[in-house]
């Protein structure tokens, strides 16, 4: 085993070099997605490469606030990328998503006039993003649970939760609230009367005021552990996203755990959310861009999304193709009535942010 | 009497147990037949199936291995230079800067390396072309500046153990300096070089908080693709191929301590021959 330098570096040489051998995709079109995991139709993107012959490159983040750091820091790479609508103003205020043209999207036509509306409150004339999945603020409950503990109570009314003494009897059954100051903060101002969408910043101590005889109720502040707690039967009155109950139901349906689930959108109003679908404008494959959105949107293909997703899509065409057991679920497609309780929450200036995340600490904390 | 052994015993029980319980418990669930993490459903090898069958895990566990053989080569041999520049040279100008900053990533966040990488990268993109786009190439620099750190202490901590008139001598019996350390310098210090490749290639494996600043398109490592998929929960086929990692880094550091003792083992022996021709 002697080497002479030459040997050695050579050896070397070829060793580093070889992860680098493999098929570039570069000369024959791709199109590079960043999105969350698992938030596309199971075969979506194989169907887009055979019938286009552009390669998708799908990478996922595990937060938003790690995608948009690197979108704000740029040349990211990607062509498309998944945003939830509400922090779209801070990123359109900073150049980094190009607008899109609407004549270039065949089924733009389809999307639902309710949803581009919400979608505007963020993006004027809904010129930067694409609404691919919406849904609401709501509660999950374990309705077996619930009822043993309040055989009468309202579950559309959130004083089954804000109740000081509702929560303690539920107490023992496990109540969670969703770990998002954007989402809990507007729900509770509604419940108390208030506007929502508020920028007087002193209102939010009434919120906190509202939340700390309740607080040693709360079991927990949690955004995803509750897709497992739920079945498992360690939470009975949840504060979820609206998709998140069907996959929770799924998911017990699985485990062959007998369970009985139900959402409701409070009476006072919850915010709705919209997650939409932006190119950077330092996209380098702005054609391929535009090929797949203009793919995505076709009505079957996007109700293929929401057959995997348990979310809603935004295309009042595809609402018929999607699976029936989800179409005809309200708390993913709302009924009219839930409709109206839904609203697209303004905005936060900066002010608003700070005094909202320092409210949040009081609360979490129990102030 | 015998008090002390049994108290010292289950310390070494319990030790053992907080370590591997969790590992052991995700083994189990691995051949879990439900899809919860948390219900046991009964016996069943279906989500190695599925895993096999899914091309995103696959495809990103083949990647974090190739960053990790590449970042672990290249930072063992930096480091191995390195090393070897602080512990055999006695006294050069910015010794004491030299040896401070190549220990300072060691305390410094993940967070703060991972931006500043970042913002490095973007800035020499826009000055100089290069690096196009974050991917492959960038991911494995951000790993060799993290793992060249330990590599450095290894081979320094375990060159200064060793004898320096060895290397004299034979530099006096007419060695040029790459035999020397072709003969006695890297001979001396493999044993440090394997477990510092050995750590580089764990550091890279695992890390996800540098990883997340600065990967490009179509180059999502495993550990970001597990966290990232923890927003929908995390399916069993990842406790699968967790299993399937943990069954191949047991056999690889299995065989890394039988090569290590027995080189250590010669060593002796060899010293041993030494000392005995000596006197």
């Known amino acids: 085993m002697k080497f002479n330098r030459r040997q050695t570096f050579a050896a070397l040489g070829a060793t580093l070099a070889m992860p680098y051998v493999r098929p570039s995709w570069a000369q024959a079109g791709s199109v590079n997605i960043y999105n969350w995991a698992d938030y596309i139709g199971e075969t979506t993107l194989e169907d887009f490469e055979t019938k286009t012959g552009i390669k998708p490159v799908y990478d996922t983040y595990a937060s938003a606030e790690e995608m948009q750091a690197k979108m ?7 062509d498309v990328v998944g945003h939830s609508g509400l922090n779209m103003p801070q990123m359109i205020a900073a150049g980094v998503y190009q607008p899109i043209d609407h004549g270039r999207i065949a089924n733009w036509k389809d999307m639902d006039p309710d949803v581009l509306a919400m979608e505007a409150v963020w993006d004027k004339d809904n010129a930067h993003g694409v609404p691919y999945m ?176 348990g979310y809603a899509n935004a295309s009042l065409a595809a ?49 | 009497m015998n008090r002390r052994p049994t108290f010292l015993l289950s310390c070494l029980m319990f030790g053992i147990a907080f370590l591997y319980v969790p590992i052991l418990s995700m083994i189990v669930f691995s051949f879990n037949n439900a899809r919860l993490a948390t219900v046991w459903g009964g016996f069943s090898t279906k989500w190695y199936g599925k895993l096999f069958q899914n ?27 390195a090393g070897i520049a ?25 967070v703060i390396t991972g931006i500043s990488l970042l913002i490095f990268f973007i800035l020499l993109g826009s000055w100089i072309g290069w690096p196009a786009e974050r991917g492959f190439t960038t991911v494995a620099l951000a790993h060799i500046t993290i793992s ?33 350390l ?5 001979p001396i210090i493999s044993p440090a070089i394997l477990s510092g490749w050995l750590l580089a290639f764990t550091i890279s494996l695992d890390e996800v908080v540098v990883t997340s600043f600065v990967t490009g398109p179509g180059t999502t490592t495993l550990p970001i693709l597990i966290w990232s998929k923890v927003k929908l929960g995390v399916t069993p086929d990842i406790n699968a191929l967790a299993t399937i990692i943990v069954a191949v880094v047991t056999v690889g550091v299995l065989i890394g301590w039988a090569i290590l003792t027995r080189s250590d083992r010669r060593r002796r022996r060899d010293m041993r021959l030494a000392e005995q021709s000596n006197a």
């Open chain 2, 55 to 81: 091309d995103q895990v696959l495809e990103a566990a083949f990647l974090s291995l190739r960053v990790a053989l590449v970042s672990a080569t290249v930072a063992t041999i930096l480091g191995t230079c």
């Open chain 2, 182 to 186: 072709r003969d006695i310098t890297l």
């Open chain 1, 319 to 367: 609402t018929a193709l999607v699976k029936e057991s989800i179409r005809t679920d309200p708390a993913v497609y709302p009924d009219a009535t839930v409709k109206s309780r839904l609203w697209a929450p303004k905005p936060y200036n900066e002010d608003q942010d700070r005094a909202m995340t320092r409210a949040w600490t009081e609360i979490k904390t129990g102030g």
């Open chain 1, 72 to 78: 704000l820091a740029g040349q990211t790479g990607y």
């Open chain 2, 86 to 110: 602080l512990a055999r040279l006695r006294r050069f100008r910015g010794r004491t800067l030299l040896s401070g900053m190549v220990t300072a990533p060691l305390i410094m966040p993940d």
């Open chain 1, 134 to 309: 919406w849904g609401s603020v709501g509660v999950t409950y374990n309705l077996d649970m619930v009822k043993e503990r309040l055989p009468d109570a309202d579950l559309n009314s959130l004083d089954v939760i804000f109740k000081p003494e509702n929560a303690a009897k539920l107490a023992d059954c496990g109540i969670s609230l969703l770990d998002s100051p954007t989402d809990v903060i507007p729900m509770a101002l509604r419940y108390l009367g208030m506007d929502g969408d508020t920028t007087n910043v002193d209102d939010y101590k009434k919120v906190v005021e509202l939340l700390k005889p309740i607080r040693k109720s709360i079991r927990t502040f949690d955004n995803t552990n509750y897709l497992n707690a739920i079945p498992n039967g360690e939470l009975c009155a949840v504060n979820t996203w609206s998709g998140d109950y069907l996959v929770a139901r799924s998911r017990a349906k699985d485990a062959g755990v007998d369970i009985n689930l139900a959402y409701f959108v409070p009476k006072t109003g919850a915010p709705a959310w919209v997650d939409v679908l932006a190119l950077p404008s330092d996209a380098k494959n702005v054609e391929n861009g535009y090929a797949f959105l203009n793919f995505l949107m076709q009505p079957e293909v996007i109700a293929a999304c929401s057959d995997f997703t």
């Open chain 2, 148 to 180: 060249v750190t330990y590599v450095t202490t290894i081979i320094q901590s375990r060159l200064s153990q060793s004898d320096l008139s060895v290397e004299e001598a034979a530099m006096d019996l007419g060695s040029r300096p790459w035999q020397v």
